[in-house]
């Protein structure tokens, strides 16, 4: 019941598929389906998202029309798409897997047809978590007797450490919004507002290797101790700082983030003395990676060095969170996370510190925890960049 690289030609004789993508190898299902087995679970339905990339490399469309990839513990898996999406599909790396690719047409039940493919006797399947509600309460009438759980349960403890492949995409994408930052004075100047820069910003993500622009923040003056602002309409003032989130999708499906942030003409003392303090704590934080290292501990490497410094009750989030096919998923770098680093595990490192009604700055790195340590993907600058005012 592996799935394997398809042959060379199919059984009617047709040119199959080129070689499986190395970012999406066969293995990986077969790895999903003993860690159902092992989870007590009958099988596995992954809608459109991230864990179905992850699994069979299709970028699928979230449509109102079903598709599922079933991972049955003890059969083969199987693709259902719509028919119209059956060619898409055949041309992702899904069609180099020797996956079994099932279309439905318009009259077909398709939530019938995935209970028709699994055992008489499942009482156990998970859904994927980001499934709609929809499509888990029609899946939910087609299996009256099986309890439903959320597949992420057992998915994310294959996704959370990346391979040598999955690692160097987002070795790209980091390079990609690196290239970003060093434009960031092309942009940000006094009189311009954040909204405008944003635009500029946004159309620049793409143009340096992504296919999406997911977000940018442009948090100036007093916006920046908002950590997750909207862009409005505020004019940028000489002696601002300004935070400067940026992150996009590249081709790869791999994501970037990273945070700097700069000063438009020269910012006043006491933020150059807030900015001394995160930059340190930042820094401890990355050369802190290794093996080992509890989530929480990392978290407090740069929490003490902020407090100590008097400024504990202004950074208020988390230190970092994993990023791959989601810009957010495990590991979270946080306090009461128990969860030790492991090689191949990557996450944002980004303290920040926010006064209201002042200013704020966050710096915000990608690291990979390696064998014997760790390694920045982000290589701008950490030191505070003052642009002219």
Not at 317 to 332: Q, S
Request: aromatic content about 4%; hydrophobic content about 40%.
């Amino acid at each position: 019941m592996a799935v394997t690289a398809v042959s060379p030609q199919d059984s009617q004789g047709s040119a199959a598929p080129g070689p499986a993508d190395p970012l999406y190898p066969a293995d990986r299902i077969e790895a999903a389906r003993r860690a159902a087995a092992a989870a007590g679970l009958d099988a596995l339905l992954i809608s459109p998202g991230a864990d179905l990339r992850y699994l069979a490399g299709y970028q699928a469309l979230p449509l109102e029309r079903l598709t599922c990839l079933v991972v049955p513990a003890a059969a083969d898996p199987l693709l259902v798409v719509p028919v119209l999406e059956k060619p898409a599909a055949e041309a992702s790396p899904a069609g180099a897997l020797g996956l079994e690719i099932v279309g439905w047409e318009e009259t077909d039940d398709p939530y019938a047809l995935v209970a028709g493919r699994l055992p008489p006797a499942a009482r156990r399947v998970a859904v994927d978590n980001h499934m709609w509600a929809e499509k888990l309460l029609a899946f939910k009438a087609a299996l009256p007797h099986a309890e439903q759980s959320l597949a992420g349960d057992v998915l994310r403890e294959l996704r959370v450490r990346k391979s040598a492949a999955e690692i160097e995409a987002l070795r790209r994408a980091a390079s990609a919004i690196d290239r970003v930052h060093r434009r960031i004075g092309e942009w940000l100047r006094p009189g311009r507002t954040e909204r405008e820069v944003a635009r500029d910003v946004a159309d620049a993500i793409v143009q340096a290797g992504h296919v999406t622009c997911d977000f940018v923040i442009i948090a100036s003056g007093p916006n920046g101790a908002s950590p997750h602002h909207e862009v409005c309409d505020r004019v940028i003032r000489s002696g601002d700082p300004v935070v400067v989130d940026i992150g996009g999708t590249t081709e790869d499906g791999y994501c970037s983030d990273s945070t700097r942030t700069y000063a438009v003409g020269e910012p006043g003392p006491d933020f150059r003395e807030l900015y001394e303090v995160l930059q340190r704590a930042q820094q401890a934080q990355t050369e802190a990676v290794r093996p080992g290292l509890a989530s929480q501990e990392l978290d407090a490497v740069g929490r003490r060095i902020i407090e100590e410094a008097g400024y504990g009750e202004h950074f208020i989030h988390r230190t970092g969170h994993g990023i791959g096919l989601e810009t957010h998923e495990e590991p979270y770098i946080v306090a009461g996370s128990d969860r030790r680093l492991e090689p191949g595990m990557a996450f944002s490192i980004e303290p920040g510190i926010y006064l209201p009604g002042r200013f704020g700055a966050r710096i915000e790195d990608i690291a990979v925890c390696t064998e014997d340590g760790g390694e920045r993907l982000n290589l701008t600058a950490r030191e505070l960049v003052v642009l002219p005012g």
